[in-house]
């Protein structure tokens, strides 16, 4: 794997940075495609608990690069339609499938398909002097990789609509505020507090954590009553595990729990 995913083992758990500092690490199709391979050797790992992504540098991802292969040319336009299919949403949909909890840590700008790849995570933590853009609009392009999904579910539909129509960036206290994310930090925290979040949630119990997601996951499209279905045949399923005769061993013998 070449140096723009770098991925950084921790006990339980890994970073993996996008490395692309001098374009903000704006992704092209190579990167993404090493991108995908860095979630999947995580997923294959039985000893990952959980991962951390983040950008190095000043931006956590500028979105695509505007490379030649994604600009109009003599050979006509080109499919934006086969490159977000292919890459960008793939990325988030492993994410939001995956059995590990993502922490994603925005370090800067987090910028059109950036955006989403921040937003996929489940628990997101920026940078106060983070900012979060819908810059499709600028060039003459709609959302993609999620981004209608995920503005209008986390900060309703006004809100996605003028983020999205006027490209208007917000930063990380409103992003906050809004609900879009869980949490601002300070600059000079914000990697300290994420990787204690990484490391936590690698010592929580990984099939409640993987269920949580399918919980979650489930709710926008499902009524009320699919739901609480799904939550009790998940719960019935986290009652047979030995995670849950840890956890009450525990609770009963007043230590704190080792879950497997």
Not at 78 to 92: C, F, G, I, R
């Amino acid at each position: 794997m070449t140096d723009d995913i770098l991925v950084e083992p921790h006990d339980g758990w890994r970073t993996l940075t996008l490395n692309r500092p001098t374009r903000l690490n704006a992704v092209n199709a190579d990167m993404l495609t090493r991108l995908l391979t860095a979630i999947g050797e995580a997923e294959a790992d039985t000893s990952c608990r959980a991962v951390l992504l983040t950008g190095a540098g000043r931006g956590f991802c500028a979105g695509q690069e505007l490379g030649p292969d994604v600009t109009p040319g003599p050979n006509g336009p080109p499919d934006l339609e086969k490159l977000a299919t292919t890459y960008h949403h793939e990325v988030v949909r492993r994410i939001r499938a995956s059995r590990l909890p993502f922490v994603c840590a925005v370090n800067g700008v987090a910028a059109g398909a950036g955006a989403s790849f921040a937003l996929a995570g489940d628990v997101v933590l920026a940078a106060r002097s983070a900012t979060f853009v819908q810059a499709f609009i600028r060039i003459g392009l709609v959302p993609d990789s999620g981004a209608s999904f995920f503005l209008t579910h986390l900060i309703g539909d006004a809100r996605a609509r003028a983020l999205a129509m006027l490209g208007d960036a917000i930063d990380a206290d409103t992003a906050e505020r809004w609900g879009m994310i869980w949490k601002a930090a300070d600059d000079m925290l914000l990697m300290s507090e994420a990787e204690a979040l990484a490391n936590r949630l690698a010592k929580a119990p990984a099939g409640a954590l993987a269920a949580m997601k399918k919980m979650f996951g489930a709710a926008p499209d499902n009524t009320l009553h699919q739901q609480l279905d799904l939550e009790a045949k998940l719960q019935g399923e986290a009652g047979r595990s030995a995670d849950f005769a840890e956890g009450v061993k525990a609770f009963q013998e007043k230590r704190p729990p080792r879950f497997g």
